[in-house]
Nanobody, 119 residues
């Protein structure tokens, strides 16, 4: 059963922008707002890495490589998280996964969306 639905990936030239979305239509609001929400990516031949996360209180955390270029946000009423990616670089290429982590540490993952940045 797919419970996290991602969209927004694609092919873009370096310097361009993309906005990823991750909807959780079957997640109740109280669960959504209590989870740590994040975006991870996995490049070919590399391990999955954290790109950005947002905790229930709203504080955000970013990988050093994307600071100043990417912005994570959420809309609680839509059970949706976003990743706005600006000034994209070829090294941003990979499969991007959204993640919900419960307070007990249980992880839920999206199916992944491909982002390809060409120079």
């Amino acid at each position: 059963q797919v419970t996290l639905v991602e969209s927004g990936g694609g092919l873009v030239q370096a310097g361009g922008s993309l906005r990823l979305s991750c909807k959780a239509p079957t997640t109740i609001l109280s669960t959504f707002t209590s989870n740590t929400l994040g975006w991870y990516r996995q490049a070919p031949g590399k391990e999955r890495e954290l790109v950005a996360s947002i905790i229930p209180g709203g504080s955000t955390n970013y990988a050093d490589s994307v600071k100043g270029r990417f912005t994570i946000s959420k809309e609680n009423t839509k059970r949706t998280i976003y990743l706005q990616m600006n000034n994209l670089k070829p090294e941003d290429t990979g499969v991007y996964y959204c993640n919900h982590r419960s307070p007990s540490g249980y992880d839920k993952w999206g199916q992944g969306t491909q982002v390809t940045v060409v120079s």
